[in-house]
């Protein structure tokens, strides 16, 4: 009895809480993986971090763009001829609420090096940035209805 009751204990003091989910969030879907922002005020670290534990050479950054370009490209930096990476939003992916997704579709075995901006959704008082750079510089004054 007294063996069960310390194995028990010892049992109880190594269980550990479930680790916090990371700022991406990865799972596969037919030949592509479906890379997922969970969290849009992560560093950039952070989200290089994210990748690199699953193998892939993508550094991913979030700026701050208007409503209706949030998980779009912003700037994608790919080798020539390695642009097979697609986003959610272009995929038509809404999270949650109806929100507009930020991720990436990337094709399985993708090795090459990716350099990538998506938009996130602006916050009151951040300036947007753009692809082509025609909001850029323009300042979220009020965040009603966004």
């Known amino acids: 009895m007294v063996a069960v009751a310390a194995g028990f204990a010892f049992a109880a003091g190594v269980h550990r809480a479930p680790s916090a ?4 969030a990865f799972r596969s879907s037919g030949s592509y993986i479906v890379a997922t922002v969970v969290n ?15 193998n892939l050479n993508i550094h991913l950054k979030l700026a ?15 080798p020539a001829g390695a642009s097979q990476i697609g986003t959610l939003s272009a995929a038509g992916s ?3 609420g109806g929100s507009q997704s930020i991720g990436l579709l ?4 993708y090795k090459a090096h990716a350099d990538i901006v998506l938009g996130r959704a602006a916050k009151p008082g951040e300036i ?19």
Not at 106 to 109: A, D, F, N, Q, T
């Open 21 to 24: 989910p990371g700022p991406v």
């Open 40 to 54: 849009p005020d992560a560093a950039a670290q952070q989200l290089q971090a994210a990748f690199t534990a699953h």
């Open 64 to 78: 701050p763009v208007p409503p209706g370009m949030v998980g779009s490209v912003v700037y994608m930096g790919t």
């Open 94 to 96: 809404a999270a949650p």
């Open 106 to 109: 990337i094709p399985v075995g």
């Open 128 to 146: 947007y940035r753009s692809p082509g750079g025609g909001l850029n510089g323009t300042r979220l004054l009020e965040a009603t209805g966004v």
